[in-house]
T-cell receptor, first 118, second 112 residues
């Protein structure tokens, strides 16, 4: 079974701190994603990566950066945490769809990190 | 950008009843997926239906897709208390198939 793990289930940080959220998947997936989930807003894509050292901005990248130095690990960085970044953060991975997009692209999620910024 | 919109936002039923959730989307898709999320946890993939399929079954789940109306429905038959969760539809944009766009979800409460 695919397993996606996240470094913390709960995290409390202070405004201005640098925050690292880490995600690791064990199925050799090419694509990895970071979302944040807020009540009434659903899941919003922050960043995604389709290969090592490759990244693309999602819908809400402001205030975030990412790092993918190894295929299995995708890190989300809050350079200077702010209270409006209090949220549930979800990491997901999926395999590449293949040359003609033939493979299905269901995403496998980690358990989430609930971040509170005080 | 919001692609999928679920309806209703919340649904409460008794055990044994059927639960139906609907999803509407805006652009052409390759496939539509349904996910489940237990409170405070990550999402779990339930079922995927391709754009050339009209109906798909998996256990007590039945999904339909109407591409002309850009809508899908998820039916859970003979619901159980353990089905209590939030359910999300997700679509991929036909020409950008790596990303999924999730709706805001339907919160289902099944009372024993």
């Amino acid at each position: 079974d695919v397993k996606v793990t996240q470094s913390s289930r709960y995290l409390v940080k202070r405004t201005g701190e640098k925050v690292f959220l880490e995600c690791v998947q064990d199925m050799d997936h090419e694509n990895m994603f970071w979302y944040r989930q807020d009540p009434g807003l659903g899941l919003r894509l922050i960043y995604f990566s389709y290969d090592v050292k490759m990244k693309e901005k999602g819908d809400i990248p402001e205030g975030y950066s990412v790092s993918r130095e190894k295929k299995e690990r995708f890190s989300l960085i809050l350079e200077s945490a702010s209270t409006n970044q209090t949220s549930m953060y979800l990491c997901a991975s999926t395999r590449d769809r293949g040359l003609f997009g033939a493979r299905d692209n269901e995403q496998f999620f980690g358990p989430g990190t609930r971040l509170t910024v005080l | 950008s919001q692609q999928g919109e679920e309806d209703p936002q919340a649904l409460s039923i008794q055990e044994g009843e059927n639960a139906t959730m609907n999803c509407s989307y805006k652009t052409s898709i390759n496939n539509l997926q349904w996910y489940r999320q237990n409170s405070g946890r990550g999402l779990v993939h339930l079922i995927l239906i391709r754009s050339n399929e009209r109906e798909k079954h998996s256990g007590r789940l039945r999904v339909t897709l109407d591409t002309s109306k850009k809508s899908s429905s998820l039916l859970i038959t003979a619901s159980r208390a353990a089905d209590t969760a939030s359910y999300f539809c997700a679509t991929d944009a036909r020409y950008n198939t790596d990303k999924l766009i999730f709706g805001t979800g339907t919160r289902l409460q099944v009372f024993p």
